[in-house]
């Protein structure tokens, strides 16, 4: 007998080898709690474009790095805008999910990021360093990013790239919302140890640093996550703005904390579907 729940197509890469992060852990985990509401198929990302036409929405979740499946992305993108398949995230964000891009912008705009330029006249824009990190503009988990002396950063400055000073913070954190809804806080207090993470209070101003990237990237559904370093002034500035495929590092979260935040996605999905 048919069912009446919504059919969701949800994309993973669950053998993806992420550095210090279970992507088919936080997946299966998630899944099983989904399960109970919606009835769910995983595929990998490169299978999404083919598949998503026997599904009423498809969610992306840990599908690891585009740059990897560049060619099916933009297959998948242009399958589900010329059907009208709801995506979750819907894309039309405006953060990693297009690029590094917004580095640039907020930077131009004076907000709290760490400093970006992608032009070689615009280096004298970025605060004097020791080190600058020269990173893809289409770059994600670290991978081409190198740490540079100031004299090799003018060559590396070709279009593809961009250039920030190396900073020397304090430590990490990241901040999570589902929808516009702060859920939790997690920090690495070793820098050098990126994601062995642990719970994090922040403060108001903490909380308002995060939000204000929220709002600025206008996505009404979905999951987010705000990538923040302590700079040596004590202030936050934005490293990443995560919104395509953001890892949640639930493992990291006690049970309560855990069940709260499945409980916040289930009912943002349902909502964005229009199911309740």
């Known amino acids: 007998m048919p069912s009446d729940r919504p059919r969701v197509l949800y994309v993973t890469d669950l053998a993806y080898p992420a550095r210090g992060r279970r992507y088919g852990d936080e997946d299966v985990f998630l899944t099983s709690r989904l399960r109970t509401h919606f009835d769910l198929a995983l595929c990998h990302p490169k299978d999404a474009a083919a598949l998503l036409g026997s599904f009423d929405a498809v969610v992306v979740r840990n599908s690891g790095p585009v740059m990897e499946y560049r060619e099916e992305y933009e297959a998948f993108r242009a399958r589900a805008t010329a059907t009208g398949t709801p995506v979750y995230n819907p894309l039309t964000g ?66 593809t790239v961009l250039v920030q000073p190396h900073i020397d913070f304090a430590y990490e954190v990241s901040f999570y919302f589902v929808d516009d809804a702060f859920q939790y806080a997690l920090y690495a207090p070793d820098p050098d140890r990126r994601w062995q993470l642990t719970p994090y209070e922040p403060s108001r101003t903490d909380l308002e640093f995060a939000r204000r990237f929220i709002d600025w990237n206008t996505l009404r559904h979905g999951i987010q996550r705000v990538d923040a370093c302590r700079a040596p002034d004590g202030g936050l500035l934005l490293v990443e703005l995560e919104d395509l495929n953001p890892y949640l590092s639930l493992d990291a979260l006690d049970e309560a904390r855990r069940e709260a935040f499945v409980s916040a996605m289930t009912a943002s999905l349902r909502r964005f579907l229009g199911a309740g």
């Open 94 to 159: 405006s953060g990693d999910m297009a690029g590094k891009q917004y580095l640039l912008d907020l930077t131009a705009a004076g907000h709290p990021v760490i400093p970006t330029v992608d032009r070689a006249e615009d280096l004298h824009r970025l605060p004097p360093a020791e080190r600058y990190v020269v990173k893809p503009r289409l770059g994600a988990d670290s991978i081409g990013l190198r740490v540079v002396p100031p004299e090799e950063v003018p060559a590396l400055v070709d279009g």
